[in-house]
């Protein structure tokens, strides 16, 4: 026998039957003469809106005068919820009860136990718009207003869920909300998720919410160079992990383990992968020539190697490394001060041949700098300057160059990346990355909306701006004259 729960309905009153259509009329009204009295300057506004609002609120939940019964089936279980509600308001917010309820007046619904669960608070929204959400019940409340083309509410989740995915939760969400983002096609939500764990994978590989990764996302985040991870041997380890967890076919995992970038490894830790690695050892037939080219990489100056091999592929295509070989952390405090310079170094390159030499590195960064073309040009006018452009028009800039010049620089250019860290939910999370080859000139939203004079600025944590730099070494083939 069915259990069912939830059921209230109170004695119909006169006036009830008629708030919902009242309530709308009055909105309207109000806003009519809004604009009729807009041009009076006695002219004075008496809002009773929330008082409205509450009264919708307990017209639901007193269910006086309803004319719609709405059942509730939890699936897989016999619990049955009850509601009494009010056609007008259902159809008002949605197409689907407008045409599941024509001609009706009792409706039996199923759905899983997560969306059943969150019925009574997906209704409440259709009467007052207004809904509080936890992490956990994202994904089934954006399933109800999908299912019910609550476009408003569809809209609203899933910008909670793009500016909640460095929120903490003991399972981690991320992972979870982009294999949903998939299911249902909702490609800017897949993207954002998708962005997020590329620029946080270093984190996310260290929680339990990397056994949840799917074959078909871990293939995608192989692919891409923007991972934000300590190195490469870090992530072939993870990848390990996985493979162990889940033991999928052969085919599977050696098309993972040919997406790792080996080049990227030291020989040292190579020679330990090929004998200490499970994964390796029973796989090694397939990604054998990927390690004796890696080899022969770390065994030749880039330059020698470039001649024999095509290196403009992605194996040679450093990822977004947090090593001190690969960059350095930059903590610039009250950033809209003044100018600031720092220095570091950087290993020349991932081959072996080149572990000793080292570049350094200068950085500039100016708060406000200006391009020559927009500053003021003075004159002995009274007027002064010609332009009205002021020197705080100008945006955040930075410029990196090498200290010194070499020939080794010789088949390589060196792209810069930074990362920009923020605090969100009391968790610290790269939420912005720049690429480009000398200075962010080059890139036209650099900090564009950080607003650096501003502490409560997302950009700054207690007051500094957090960067990571990062030089990326990018190797070109050598163009051969035929004699």
């Known amino acids: ?129 207004e809904i509080s959400i936890l992490l956990h019940q994202a994904i089934p409340l954006h399933r109800l207003a999908s299912k019910y083309h609550v476009s408003s509410l569809q809209r609203g ?102 997406a790792v970038r080996y080049p990227m490894i030291s020989p040292s830790h190579l020679f330990h992968l090929q004998k200490q690695s499970s994964v390796m050892v029973k796989h090694y037939n397939a990604v054998q020539d990927l390690l004796f080219q890696a080899f022969q990489f770390h065994s030749a100056s880039p330059i020698h190697f470039a001649k024999y091999f095509d290196v403009n592929c992605s194996m040679f295509l450093p990822r977004n490394y947090l090593s001190t070989s690969w960059g350095s952390q930059w903590v610039i405090n009250n950033p809209a001060r003044d100018d600031r310079s720092t220095s570091f170094q950087t290993q020349l390159g991932p081959s072996n041949h080149d572990s000793s030499k080292r570049v350094t590195w200068n950085v500039l960064f100016s708060p406000r700098w200006l391009p020559v073309s927009l500053r003021p040009v ?15 028009d100008g945006r955040p800039r930075l410029v990196i160059t090498p200290a010194t010049t070499s020939s080794d620089f010789a088949g390589v250019s060196f792209q810069k990346t930074i990362l920009v860290g923020v605090k969100q939910h009391g968790k610290v999370f790269v939420k912005h990355a720049y690429s480009f080859h000398q200075s962010t000139d080059e890139v ?19 007051n500094s701006l957090h960067l990571h730099i990062i030089i990326k070494p990018v190797y070109h083939s050598l163009i051969k004259v035929k004699k």
Not at 445 to 453: E, G, N, T, V
Request: glycine residues 4%; hydrophobic residues 40%.
């Open 1 to 129: 026998m069915a259990k069912v729960i939830g059921v209230r309905r109170a004695t119909p009153r006169r006036w009830a039957c008629s708030l919902a259509s009242l309530s709308l009329l009055c909105l309207a009204v109000q806003a009519v003469q809004k604009a009729d009295l807009g041009g009076d300057s006695t002219v004075a506004t008496i809002n009773h809106s929330l008082s409205l609002l509450q009264r919708l609120q307990e017209l639901l939940h007193s269910g006086n005068a309803s004319d719609t019964t709405l059942r509730v089936r939890t699936t897989g279980s016999d619990e049955i919820k009850v509601f009494y509600t009010h056609q007008l308001m259902l159809s008002l917010q949605s197409e689907i009860f407008e045409s599941l309820l024509h001609n009706q007046t009792m409706l039996t619904l199923h759905e899983p136990p997560d969306s059943a669960a969150l019925f009574e608070k997906f209704i409440r929204y259709l009467y007052c718009g």
């Open 444 to 462: 036209a939203d650099f900090l564009m909306h950080a607003d650096l004079q501003k502490r409560t600025s997302e950009y700054l944590i207690d």
């Open 157 to 258: 989740v899933a910008e909670y869920m793009k500016s909640h995915l460095a929120s903490e939760s003991s399972q981690g969400h991320v992972v979870s909300w982009y294999h949903y983002a998939m299911r249902i096609g909702d490609e800017a939500l897949q993207e954002s998720c998708l962005q997020f764990l590329a620029w946080n994978l270093s984190a996310v590989m260290g929680t339990a919410e990397w056994a949840s990764v799917s074959i078909d996302l871990l293939l995608l985040l192989l692919e891409r160079s923007d991972l934000v991870l300590q190195s490469e041997l870090e992530l072939y380890t993870a990848v390990e992990e996985w493979v162990s967890t889940h033991q999928p076919e052969s085919p599977v995992v050696e098309k993972m383990l040919r």
């Open 378 to 392: 003075y004159s002995d006018s009274v007027s002064g300057a010609i332009q009205s452009i002021r020197i705080e």
